[in-house]
């Protein structure tokens, strides 16, 4: 079993930046098969993809955050980031990590993030 945990989230003004982190835990994880991704759910709205990394190691982000948000990761912690640059009051929302190893999917627990003056 995998365990995500997931820090960062908070309050912050329009323009601001916040990073957000998860980190694996658990079984003995693969580097080599392992692909993280961030997901974020506003009220009422469906859960929407915000950054991911693809199997060949391209990254994806949706028109709404490219150009703000990147994410990254280390490998040797196990740890994906999701830094948010130019937060607008539309990025709020819960926000979680995703990874796929193994053949499954495992979620973080959301942290929420406010974007509001």
């Known amino acids: 079993q995998v365990q995500l945990e997931e820090s960062g989230g908070g309050l912050v003004q329009p323009g601001g930046s916040l990073t957000l982190s998860c980190a694996a835990s658990?079984?003995?994880?693969?580097?080599?098969?392992?692909?993280w991704g961030w997901f974020r759910q506003a009220p009422g709205n469906q859960r929407e993809l915000v950054a991911a990394?693809?199997?060949?190691?391209?990254?994806i982000y949706p028109d709404s955050v490219k150009g703000r948000f990147t994410i990254t990761q280390d490998s040797a912690k196990n740890t994906v980031y999701l830094q948010m640059n130019s937060l607008k009051p539309e990025d709020t929302a819960v926000y979680y990590c995703?990874?796929?190893?193994?053949?499954?999917?495992?979620w973080g627990q959301g942290t929420q993030v406010t974007v509001s003056s």
């Open positions: 658990g079984r003995t994880l693969s580097i080599s098969d392992m692909g």
């Open positions: 995703r990874l796929r190893t193994g053949g499954e999917y495992y």
């Open positions: 990394f693809k199997t060949n190691g391209d990254i």
